[in-house]
């Protein structure tokens, strides 16, 4: 249903605009992409256990922060900086899911005081003045490609690969999704219920941390506001994709092409010169649109 | 021979430094606290903070310091702006990031007796803030637009990358785009408005997906807003990109390393320094009680105020890319000796 919704789109395209399949445009889809791919895992793996996640975009903003801090102010190189950028997003997401299981308190709640947490620390630190003076490697990153393809897309790819190789292959794997789907039975058969909440949540954070980097090498500097607008997209497309949020079921490969859906949708909003004052009503409405579309299909699969 | 030489330079110091301090404009040390409040945080502001550092040393206020809302919320702005008010501060430099919504604020700090001025943006008439003094954005946005079809000569279609669309300044911007397209007679089309590009990511998904689809159709690109500037020149840079036409606003590195580079044509400067540092000279003497502003002052109506100062803007170009901030220094000095003849009534 999402390759199809996604080749009528592609169709479309081409014949509105002859230069959506030039290899330029191609590379900015690619662009894209890139950020919001992992940025709707980050939050998929939460949803996977029954869980939300509303720290992912400020968590991303301090790894941001924290990275060009690092590398522009304390001469950091990029590796270590980039490190401890992981870091930072792993144990803000372990934070997360240890106050989530220790208090028992929904991690709804949890996170929603975290990312004041976390947005705070930023502003303290930064004064909401962004870090300008990267490394030119680092930024040469951000806007290389091969062709079409940007270097951008390599660390989403792999990190595709791995997660769905982790949910697939693995024991902590296929227990996130245990929980998600009957927290008391995966207990009964003895899953460790709490700890793979914490696990699931750090990952989330990892996932985050890793969208910030990559966000920080494609705009080439260390905004403050990164991850500010990133809450709907990571909630949209992993439900896009038919993730339940009750938990217990997602996939990796449907979140990736509800995020090309989402691209499309953006590409096209200035492909289509839409008025300026409706385009966030539509894309609003274009969003609703697949997720009820999902949910319709859904809902005939079960029926038959 | 020496030392009294030097005795006599130590008792000269003090009367040198009132001369000093007289040549400025301050006649004596104020004892009134100046606030000045963008509406979130922007790097836009940022001269602001050496603005309200030289106007302190400058006129001898005893303080004036810069203040950023955490985020660009009104309700936020208004926290903040209550307890500095609390805290003693008697005069308020405000950049309205609501135009209306602020005048509820500011009508509660004259009925304080502190004294508001609208900065860098105007507050919506009906309004308590003592005049605005800032950027006519409709004659940047003209100028700006006319300096691009000029670069484009003369014909050709351009796109325009605006700001946020809440900020009714980006109406007044489109209308001045409009009307330097329609001047040309048809020489010159505008393909789109592209708007809510004034945050990073926004203007690099938003900016980058408009050239990859229609590079080939855009021969100049006008941003009104800060970020879409910075992205923009960017975002030609990395394509390699020299024929289409950039005019920003603003003054950024990127930017004007664009226009060194002929990535850019040019940019339309604004003069945050001169609004913050004129304002905080205002706001003190106003604060102080010693001036009141002239009924009948010559201020500039616009479609926001009555009351509106214009705090200069210019191109910058290759021609004057080396000698801006001068030109800058000395409108901004210029506004300040011949504002309190021609906009207050002192003591």
Sequence with gaps: MLAVAIAIGFVILSLLSPAFLTEYNLYVMLRSFCVVLVVAFAQMLTLAVGQLNLAIGALGGLVAIAVGGMMEKLGFPISAAVGLGLLIGLGGGLANGLLTVRTGINGFIITLATASVFTGINLGVTESIPFYNLP??????????????????????????????????????????????????????????????????????????????????????AQPTIGADWLVMSFAAPIIGGAALTGGHISVAATALAVVLVVLIQNGMVLAKVDPYWVQFLLGALILAAVGLNRLRAVRVEAA | ????????????????????????????????????????????????????????????????????????????????????????????????????????????????????????????????????????????????????????????????????????????????????????????????????????????????????????????????????????????????????????????????????????????????????????????????????????APFIKTPQTARFIDSGTLLISTDNIGSYKDDLKKITNDIRSSIKSKYLDCK
């Design chain 1, 136 to 221: 030119g490697p680092f930024v040469a990153f951000g806007v290389g490609r091969f062709f079409a393809v940007p270097y951008l897309l390599i660390p989403p790819v792999l990190a595709a690969l791995l997660l769905a190789l982790f949910l697939a292959r693995t024991a902590p794997g296929r227990y996130l999704l245990a929980v998600g789907g009957n927290a008391h039975a995966a207990e009964l058969s003895g899953i460790p219920r709490d700890r793979i909440i914490v696990l699931a949540h750090a990952l989330s954070g990892l996932l985050a941390a890793i969208g910030a980097i990559l966000a920080e090498a494609q705009l080439g500097s």
């Design chain 2, 1 to 296: 021979m020496k030392r009294s030489a030097g005795r006599a330079l130590l008792r000269a110091l003090p009367a040198l430094a009132a001369v000093v301090a007289l040549s400025v404009g301050a006649a004596e040390a104020s004892n009134n606290k100046i606030a000045l409040i963008p509406g979130g945080p922007h790097p836009y502001f940022a001269p602001w903070e050496q603005a309200a550092a030289d106007a302190k040393k400058d006129f001898n206020i005893a303080a004036v310091d810069f203040k950023v809302p955490t985020e660009w919320k009104l309700n936020l702005q208004t926290e903040l702006i209550e307890s500095l008010l609390t805290q003693g501060y008697n005069g308020f430099g405000i950049f309205p990031g609501d135009a209306v919504g602020i005048n509820t604020t500011i009508e509660e700090l004259a009925s304080n007796n502190a004294p508001a001025l609208a900065l860098a943006g105007c507050a919506q008439d009906p309004t308590k803030a003592a005049f605005c003094l800032g950027t006519d954005v409709y004659n940047s946005a003209y100028l700006g637009t006319k300096a691009l079809i000029k670069a484009m000569g003369g014909k050709g279609k351009i796109v325009h990358l605006a700001g946020l669309l809440v900020d009714p300044n980006t109406k007044l911007r489109m209308d001045a785009v409009e009307k330097a397209v329609k001047e040309t007679g048809g020489a010159v089309t505008l393909i789109q408005h592209i708007t809510d590009t004034d945050a990073q990511e926004a203007a690099d998904q938003k900016i980058n997906a408009l050239l990859g689809a229609q590079k080939d159709q855009i021969d100049g690109l006008i941003a009104t807003a800060y970020i879409p500037s910075v992205v923009a020149a960017k975002s030609l840079r990395n394509l390699g990109d020299k024929r289409i036409k950039l005019v920003g606003i603003d003054d950024d590195k990127i930017v004007l390393d664009a226009i060194k580079d002929g990535f850019a044509a040019g940019t339309m400067a604004q003069n945050p320094y001169g609004q913050g540092y004129i304002g905080a000279y205002v706001l003190d003497l106003l604060a102080s009680g010693i001036c009141k502003v002239r009924a009948d």
